[in-house]
């Protein structure tokens, strides 16, 4: 078995992967042209998320487990990540009135 | 104890002396400084003394110090006739003057007073090694260090400007000499392939007149010994400030008088005359260099016997009169006169710093007023250092019986009556007239300071005589000056010749003999200087003579300007060195090194400045970037995977 039955019909692995790019692209898009932080932070989740998809697609189609086990640990250190994003940022909030990071930029040459 | 511990010893008690005061001496008790200071120097002069009584000689090698293939370097002393005569010069009269200065110095506050008296002990630990070093290595490491000890104690109050300019300049002037020894001792080491004296000594092969005539010597000298010979010279040269590397002294007299009395006049500045007596092997073979040594001093001789006429400071011309009487020295060992030179040093040793040490006691009484001409009258005031001042006086002049009458006579009869040489006679005629000069000088100096009346600006009114400690040495001195030439009176043709014996083994004996015409010109020579040194007296006391400088003022303005040495050499090398100083500046130092230094800096404050600009803070543009990046790579990855 080397697809996914959805209604009798196998989808093929790379719809998986062509979706996991849509969203890297969205997600990557997303950081680069947003500037609230917090849909920043969203974005980059979007990101992480498209390459847990990948991984979770090759491990079905490889029939290996290890992807699987790594999509969960990414999503650990996600979580991790976030955690640490949101806390910096909860910390600029609280010191200064930002409205965008376009608004951080003292360290520029 | 065997002799070659003691000739160590003699070296380790100046070290120690110096090692403990320099360490501790301005913390112990100032008392200690005023024993242990002389004291070291009185130990090696007894131990000097022991090798004297013991006749001892040999040529002893402690340890080696540098062996490398062939160069071989021993740490080894030679003791002979030469080096233990020198050695009691040396701690005898350093004694005598160290001793002075403990009273000298007394004004000095406690560190500089132990300073004072580590460096009279360096000095003498390096003149020691100096005469007793058995090879050229050790022989420039004495060299040197005397030099050294010299720019310490001209230089000793380093608060007055003249001072340090004056030590500056002797350091200079020494060190050009030293160059010269170093370049004299490496031709010889390449030539021979020897560094000691031994071993270079013994494969020259001695050349008398008698045994190869002028014509076979030009063939038979080498070259390389000429020029080692030559280099040698320079060496003497500036160590005993003659001409051309003489300006030096007469700046030194800014050091304090003990210093004058011990290393310009007595010791240091006679290390020339030793080293072309030491190195007599090398200067018997190496004529025209032998004949450069008897030029330079008879030249000197005169030309500082000249300037000492219109000096107006007291230690000025006696400084001018010290390089006149080496000159003598110089004319002595040149025309081949050994022993006469060795017993002229000997003489020198004593009038000289007699005479410095009672200068002393006049400056000390005149609260340090160098002027003659602010003195007068002191004859009343200050008898015993008058007196003593005379003594000297005339055995610098050279009258019987005063001790520099036989020594200089006897220089002067043995280049009277050398047979069959023409430079030995011309070298006479300048000391001839050097020797009445002399006598002119000297007259007018004591003259001036002692008789007539007081000076309206005489500083002093009713000047002390100096401390017991003080005049001791000198009473001492003048004694010696007055009776020490009976050990020698070959000047009058006969009596002992104790000198001239001693030295015999070290440095040949004079192969020809004075008859009576050389006799006959001897007392001519003291009549006329003697008269001269009346004559000063009616010049300068009772003005019934016009001065000589009212007749000639611009030989007057010629001689104050010194022969305008100083003026030549800042035109020729000072002026030069600080117009090549100021181009290297310009063009090089300030285009070429500093543009190097000032340009890297620049450069990376530029780089680092565009660089700085893609660093935008905007946050979008790093990820930009990145992705960017991420792209390129996995757009390789693939075309690699692809290929």
């Not at chain 2, 310009?264 to 010791?267: D, L």
């Not at chain 2, 009776?483 to 009176?489: A, D, L, M, Y």
């Not at chain 2, 300068?540 to 003005?543: A, S």
């Given at each position: 078995m080397s697809g996914f039955d959805a209604g009798g019909s196998q989808l093929d692995t790379s719809w998986f992967l062509v979706l996991a790019a849509v969203l890297f692209i969205l997600g990557t898009v997303g950081v680069l042209v947003r500037r609230n932080p917090l849909v920043i932070l969203i974005c980059i989740e979007l990101m992480l998320n498209a390459a847990n998809l990948t991984l979770v697609a090759f491990s079905r189609q490889l029939q290996n487990l290890e992807g699987q086990l790594f999509a969960l640990m990414s999503m650990t250190v996600a979580a991790a990540e976030a955690v640490v994003g949101l806390a910096i940022l909860v910390d600029i909030f609280r010191h200064r009135d930002v409205e965008d990071v376009d608004d951080l930029s003292e360290l520029r040459g | 104890m065997s002799t070659s511990q003691l000739a160590l010893l003699i070296l380790l008690f100046p070290a120690a002396g110096a090692i403990l005061l320099a360490g501790r001496g301005w913390r112990l008790p100032r008392i200690v400084t005023k024993i242990v200071g002389p004291g070291v120097v009185w130990a090696s002069f007894v131990v000097t003394l022991t090798l004297f009584f013991n006749s001892a000689s040999g040529d002893f090698t402690y340890w080696t110090w540098i062996q490398s293939g062939s160069f071989n370097v021993p740490f080894n002393i030679l003791i002979d006739n030469l080096s233990i005569f020198m050695c009691l010069v040396i701690t005898g009269v350093g004694g005598l003057i160290v001793t002075y200065a403990v009273g000298y110095m007394d004004k000095e506050d406690g560190p500089s007073y132990a300073r004072f008296f580590t460096y009279m002990d360096i000095f003498v630990f390096s003149m020691l090694l100096l005469v007793l070093a058995g090879n050229f290595v050790f022989l420039i490491v004495g060299w040197a260090l005397v030099g050294l000890s010299s720019y310490f104690l001209i230089g000793f109050w380093y608060h007055r400007r003249s001072a340090v300019l004056a030590a500056r300049k002797a350091f200079v002037m020494n060190v050009i000499g030293d160059v010269g020894m170093i370049l004299g001792a490496f031709v010889l080491f390449v030539t021979y392939h020897a560094t000691t004296y031994s071993g270079v000594f013994s494969q020259l092969t001695p050349c008398t007149a008698q045994l190869c005539p002028a014509v076979l010597r030009i063939f038979r000298d080498t070259p390389s010994l000429e020029l080692a010979a030559f280099l040698l010279l320079v060496g003497a040269i500036a160590k005993s400030a003659q001409i051309p590397l003489h300006t030096w002294l007469p700046d030194a007299?800014?050091?304090p008088t003990p210093v004058s009395a011990l290393i310009?006049?007595?010791?240091m500045v006679t290390a020339g005359v030793y080293l072309v007596g030491r190195m007599h092997p090398i200067y018997d073979v190496a004529v025209y260099a032998h004949g450069a040594v008897a030029i330079v001093g008879a030249v000197t001789a005169l030309f500082a016997a000249t300037i000492a006429i219109v000096q107006t400071d007291i230690k000025r011309v006696l400084a001018y009169s010290t390089m006149s009487q080496i000159g003598y020295m110089f004319l002595a060992v040149g025309v081949g006169a050994y022993s006469a030179g060795f017993f002229h040093l000997l003489s020198h040793a004593f009038f000289k710093a007699l005479l410095f040490m009672a200068a002393g006691n006049v400056i000390h009484a005149m609260n340090d007023e160098q002027d003659m001409r602010k003195y007068g009258g002191l004859l009343k005031q200050l008898p015993r250092t008058s007196w003593s001042f005379l003594i000297g006086s005339v055995s610098l002049v050279g009258v019987i019986p005063f001790v520099g009458f036989f020594s200089k006579e006897q220089i002067l009869g043995a280049a009277f009556s050398k047979p069959d040489d023409s430079l030995a006679l011309a070298v006479w005629v300048f000391g001839f007239i050097t020797a009445l000069i002399t006598g002119f000088y000297t007259g007018r100096m004591w003259w001036m300071s002692f008789a007539g009346k007081p000076s309206p600006?005489?500083?002093?009114e009713h000047p002390h005589e100096a401390p017991p400690v003080m005049l001791i040495p000198v009473v001492i001195l003048a004694i010696l000056a007055t009776?020490?030439?009976?050990?020698?009176?070959r000047a009058l043709g006969f009596g002992p010749q104790l000198v001239d014996d001693f030295l015999k083994s070290a440095v040949g004996k004079q192969p020809w003999e004075g008859g009576v015409s050389e006799v006959i010109a001897t007392f001519a020579t003291m009549i006329l200087a003697a008269l001269l040194f009346l004559g000063a007296y009616r010049i300068?006391?009772?003005?019934v003579w016009k001065p000589w400088s009212a007749i000639v003022p611009w030989a007057q303005r010629l001689l104050e300007r010194k022969y305008y040495f100083d003026e030549l050499y800042d035109a020729i090398f000072v002026r030069t060195m600080d117009g090549i100083a100021q181009v290297g500046l310009r063009y090089?130092?300030?285009?070429v090194i500093d543009g190097a230094v000032v340009g890297a800096g620049e450069l990376a404050e530029a780089g680092a400045h565009s660089l700085s600009l893609t660093q935008t803070g905007y946050f979008r543009n790093y990820v930009l970037v990145f992705v960017a990046g991420a792209v390129v790579v996995a757009i390789l990855v693939l075309v690699r995977v692809g290929s």
């Open positions: - | 007299m800014e050091g310009h006049a007595a010791t600006e005489r500083p002093v009776i020490g030439g009976f050990i020698q009176t300068y006391i009772q003005q090089i130092e300030e285009p």
